[in-house]
């Protein structure tokens, strides 16, 4: 499987951001997909992931309220669409892959995923 991520860039406090991640490799309706994030100085952190049939979210409490995560089929594509940006928020956010999930789960663990994008980089200014 491979992920292709972007959409990262420079943004004010506030603003918001759209990432974008395409898979190709594997059937996309086969892979439960994540966004997971790394800060300076800091762990990954899974902050949002979407079901294989994407009727199931799951979202980090840092994010919850402000950042919404979504598929397209059509386009094997999965989106963090990201709003009210902090500039704790301000990391370099990967997407993965887990392709052993059954069609409604959610994976919520990092070692769950199998596959990584390369990651985009994402700033926020105060």
């Known amino acids: 499987v491979q992920l292709q991520a972007s959409g990262g860039g420079l943004v004010q406090g506030g603003g918001s951001l759209r990432l974008s991640c395409v898979a190709s490799g594997r059937t996309f309706s086969r892979l439960a997909m994540s966004w997971i994030r790394q800060a300076p100085g800091k762990e990954r952190e899974l902050v949002a992931a979407?079901?294989?049939?994407?009727?199931?979210?799951y979202y980090a409490d840092s994010v919850k309220g402000r950042f919404a995560i979504s598929r397209d089929s059509a386009k094997n594509t999965v989106y963090l669409q990201m709003n009210s940006l902090k500039p704790e928020d301000t990391a370099v956010y990967f997407c993965?892959?887990?392709?052993?999930?059954?069609?409604?789960?959610?994976?919520?663990?990092?070692?769950?995923?199998?596959?990584w994008g390369q990651g985009t980089l994402v700033t926020v200014s105060s």
């Open positions: 979407i079901s294989r049939s994407g009727s199931g979210t």
């Open positions: 993965a892959a887990d392709v052993k999930a059954i069609l409604s789960n959610t994976p919520r663990t990092l070692d769950e995923y199998d596959y």
